[in-house]
């Protein structure tokens, strides 16, 4: 039995030659897949194909971890690819189910076609009944596609995740290690836990994580995954941890970020301006940490209130976020617009926000819409309809 768990190519328009593509489709590792012109942006990790790949390997299963869309292969290349193995697993999204849907067609004409992901988690049910769909995974994956493939039976399979991450293997990687950047090439993109206790409307978490939302690797696993990974790639320049929300609680963060001392390499990571103390920043910034991702997302304290249930005080982000950049961190601030009931003068608030916090980077999207939140949920109560790819896609979705 041999297993492909594998980021197919999505081009746009669909089935082109790379050359002949307008956009072309970030998916696997990233929480809100959408396109972007070719050969711009940047790639995250798959992290979820990367653990299921270890975790089959180490149940001795025959499995091969293949991220396309970074190796930017062409179309016919990955359906020659896969035509050697019996079983092909696939994120599937909102931005990329036309695209998903090509993909599966031609695949299931020689392997059996598992789906996985966050589009796939939301309509399973509807999702197993094409032909083409051998089985439907929820949530996150890796010990599901094992008891799918050890059962050998195909239909929808409900949540099943690991209580104590740190039972699961390091993740694997290789020389295409290298391609995935964060800010530069060779950035170690590591997780310190998975999901996140809070609940945006807008947030994958709320939908791929069934229970134990939030749940931490302990300090110790932490700088085993990473002194591992810098070991075997050592040209790796900086880590960047690709949390959900990387800096819930005071002890083990300042841990971790002391026993990240000695790798003596920059560090980065998503964060809440308010899930920690100012204390516990500085210790991180003490052991190398150098830049820090935000998520403010908007300047209306209605909107983050009312609409996204984002749980944030505003002033007090603001406050936070200046004492941050006194203590010399690089801050990278993430902000959306075209939220439900926004008003012309709160996306204003919004720009004067992004204006008055001066941040070293920014990112400012549409808010993009997935499966299964509660924002794509109030959608279709509005709209009496599922939102389309294009709405799904916030680097799109500028017109909705
Ligand atoms: S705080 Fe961030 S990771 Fe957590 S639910 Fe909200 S958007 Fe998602």
Redesign the pocket.
């Known amino acids: 039995m041999k297993v492909l768990i594998s980021n197919p190519p999505w081009y746009v328009p669909t089935g082109v030659l790379r050359n002949k593509a307008l956009r072309m489709g970030i998916k696997a590792g990233s929480r809100w897949p959408y396109t972007d012109k070719v050969n711009k942006g940047y790639f995250p990790f798959p992290f979820n194909m990367a653990y299921a790949d270890a975790y089959l390997k180490q149940g001795g299963i025959d499995s091969t971890v293949r991220d396309s869309i970074v190796l930017f292969d062409e179309y016919a290349e990955f359906f020659e690819i896969a035509s050697n193995f019996d079983y092909v697993v696939i994120e599937t999204s909102a931005a990329s189910r036309e695209n998903d849907c090509f993909i599966i067609e031609q695949l299931a004409k020689r392997s059996k076609v598992i789906l996985v992901g966050l589009h796939a988690t939301a309509f399973a049910g509807e999702l197993i009944k094409q032909r083409e769909v051998y089985a439907v995974l929820k949530g996150e994956y890796e010990r599901n596609l094992a008891n799918c493939l050890t059962i050998g039976l195909g239909g929808v399979y409900d949540f099943d995740e690991w209580e104590n991450v740190d039972d699961a293997p390091f993740p694997t990687r290789d020389e295409t290690i290298y391609r995935y950047r964060e800010r530069q090439r060779g950035a170690l993109q590591v997780w310190a836990s998975r999901g ?1 206790p ?3 409307s807008f ?1 994958y ?2 939908c791929f994580y069934s229970k134990n939302r939030y749940r931490p690797h302990s300090p110790e696993r932490v700088e085993g995954e990473i002194s591992d990974a810098l070991k075997r790639f050592p040209r790796l320049k900086s880590i960047y941890f690709d949390d ?2 990387f800096n819930i609680g005071n002890e083990r963060i300042r841990e971790i970020s002391r026993r990240l001392k000695r790798f003596n390499l920059p560090w980065s990571a998503m964060c ?1 301006a308010d899930t920690c103390n100012l204390e516990t920043f500085r210790i991180m910034k003490e052991n190398g940490c150098v830049e820090l991702k935000i ?1 403010i997302e908007s300047g209306s304290q209605r909107i983050l209130d009312d609409i996204i249930g ?1 749980s944030l005080n505003l002033e007090n982000t603001k406050r936070i976020v200046w004492e941050l950049k006194k203590m010399g961190f690089r801050i990278h601030g993430t902000f959306m617009y075209g939220f439900p009931t926004e008003t012309v003068e709160e996306v204003q608030m919004t720009k004067n926000v992004m204006a008055e916090l001066q941040c070293n980077s920014k990112q400012y999207s549409h808010l993009g819409l997935l499966s299964g939140t509660k924002a794509w949920k109030q959608f279709e109560g509005t709209h009496g309809r599922m939102p389309t790819v294009i709405e799904s896609d916030g680097v799109l979705s500028k017109g909705m």
């Open positions: 996140c809070h609940q945006c947030c978490v709320t959900d929300t809440r998520g984002k």
